[in-house]
């Protein structure tokens, strides 16, 4: 069995706010602060020429704030998605999005039965004539786009297109969002109706792309510069997993912890726009990464065929799901499937005592990398229990009552709970149940968009 070394040192004990609520703290206090010098510009800055068109003044204003918002919350900088994690921002990015949608509608209708009152026109025709109008049109082009992607967002076309198809129409929306500050830049909205305002206006913007160009491509760029990341090693777990471990230069300057994951790209075997995200199953000790995958498409099947030395493109590390969030004594692990690879890591870099884990499986040829979880356990003294077998056979260790049965104390201990996003909602409905409070429970669902 393999030996796996204990950590020594044990981190400080957190003290103060969590760094969840400390993150959704500072964003609230942002948001709320500029939603409230929008609402400060509109009432001082005069109405429209009709009330109509004052309304659809203000919506126009709050959809500008949405949009900047949803910028920021795509921006994955570092400080955020350490703390809120990517998968809790990109539920609220779903929600802004629609509310978005809706934000902009409004304000398309108000404006086009606002012009259709005061030129005493029908609605056609008053909407036919603003399409001609440049700044109008912009406006209406970004609304089109914003109307494709949500459409694309909606549950029941998101469950029949691929992620390829989804993602790409979604780019569509950095177009959208051009459009909209063209479109804004032209209108005589509040935004520009003192000198003030116009600087407020502009710092937002630049706050808000300088985000996403220094989340999405500065850091990234920087740290493939830096680490020229290749891989060394690809090994078969099993029929249909395999790991891949990759090593570059500096990885002890990389700030990745266990429990995170990054987004892949093998350019030179994969096509450049396989990115795909992949958690760490082995904690990052300075040397190598590795990532641990089931195959269950083209880019998951591709990687038992990397050759060593194949670069790697590597964007992170992101996810919450990391031990800067311990905040009791005792921790229960819980892993379902694949949701094993980061529980895989958080064990190594665990330093308790009063440690369980539970790992549930639907066969023992499924349970990959049982063996590496064995040896971290019994090195530590800490309790595993290992579930295989169907649900409908009766294995249901996270029915309520079973949960309790298992480990009586599991509300006075912080529970880290990864797996199929069905396993994943059925172990937080428990939870809930079992009144385990929601500032000990960390989850991550494999699932993004
Ligand atoms: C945060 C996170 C961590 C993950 N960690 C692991 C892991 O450690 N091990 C593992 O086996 N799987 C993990 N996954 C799932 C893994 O990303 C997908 O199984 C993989 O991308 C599938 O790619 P494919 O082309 O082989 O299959 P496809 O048939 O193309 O995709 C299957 C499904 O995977 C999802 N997917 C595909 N590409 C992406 C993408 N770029 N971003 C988000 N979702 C995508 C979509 O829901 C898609 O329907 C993780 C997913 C997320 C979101």
């Not at 760029?221 to 891989?231: D, E, I, Q, S």
């Not at 060593?308 to 031990?323: D, H, Q, S």
């Not at 939870?431 to 409070?437: E, Q, S």
Request: net charge positive.
């Amino acid at each position: 069995m393999t030996q796996f070394p204990v950590p020594k040192s044990r981190p400080a004990p957190r003290t103060g706010l969590p760094p969840a609520a400390l993150a959704q703290v500072v964003l609230g206090v942002f948001l709320a602060g500029n939603l409230a010098v929008v609402v400060a510009l509109f009432l001082t800055s005069g109405g429209g020429k009709n009330g109509t068109l004052t309304a659809a003044k203000l919506f126009g204003m709050l959809a500008a704030l949405l949009m900047l918002t949803q910028l920021l919350l795509v921006s994955r900088l570092p400080w955020l998605d350490r703390r809120i994690g990517m998968d809790r921002m990109t539920a609220w990015h779903r929600w802004v999005g629609f509310a978005l949608l809706w934000t902009i509608l409004v304000h398309a209708f108000l404006v086009v039965l606002g012009y259709a009152v005061l030129d005493g026109a029908t609605l056609a025709r008053t909407f036919l004539a603003l399409g001609s109008v440049p700044a109008s049109l912009l406006g209406m082009a970004a609304a089109a786009l914003v109307v494709a992607a949500a459409g694309f967002s909606a549950r029941r076309l998101r469950r029949r297109v691929t992620y390829e198809t989804w993602h790409r129409v979604h780019l569509l929306l950095y177009g959208s969002i051009g459009l909209a500050f063209v479109h804004q830049l032209l209108e005589p909205s509040a935004f520009q109706s003192s000198a003030p305002a116009r600087a407020y206006w502009w710092l937002l913007w630049i706050l808000a792309f300088g985000s996403v160009v220094a989340g999405r491509l500065v850091v990234p760029v920087r740290r493939n510069l830096l680490h020229r990341f290749r891989v060394a090693e690809v090994t078969p777990e099993s029929d249909d997993v395999v790991s891949v471990r990759v090593t570059g230069r500096h990885l002890d300057r990389l700030p990745a912890r266990a429990g995170q994951f990054f987004v892949w790209r093998f350019p030179g075997h994969h096509s450049w726009w396989w990115a795909n995200p992949f958690s760490l199953s082995v904690a990052p000790g300075g040397e190598s990464l590795r990532l641990s995958a089931r195959v269950v498409g083209d880019a998951t099947a591709g990687l038992r065929g990397l050759p060593v030395g194949t670069r790697a493109v590597l964007e992170g590390p992101y996810g919450a799901l990391t031990l800067v969030h311990r905040s009791r004594p005792g921790v229960l692990y819980i892993a379902g499937g694949m949701g094993v690879t980061p529980i895989r890591s958080l064990l190594e870099e665990e330093t308790g005592d009063d440690v369980t884990v539970i790992y549930r499986a639907r066969s023992a040829d499924d349970a990959v990398l049982l063996h590496e979880i064995r040896g971290l356990v019994s090195a530590r003294d800490w309790r595993l229990y290992v579930f295989t077998g169907r649900s409908q056979d009766g294995v249901r260790p996270f029915e309520p009552t079973n949960l309790a049965a298992i480990v009586p104390d599991v509300a006075s201990r912080d529970v880290y709970v990864c797996g199929p996003p069905a396993m994943t909602s059925g172990v937080l409905a428990a939870l809930r149940a079992l009144r385990v409070p929601r500032r000990q429970v960390h989850a991550e669902k494999f699932t993004l968009g």
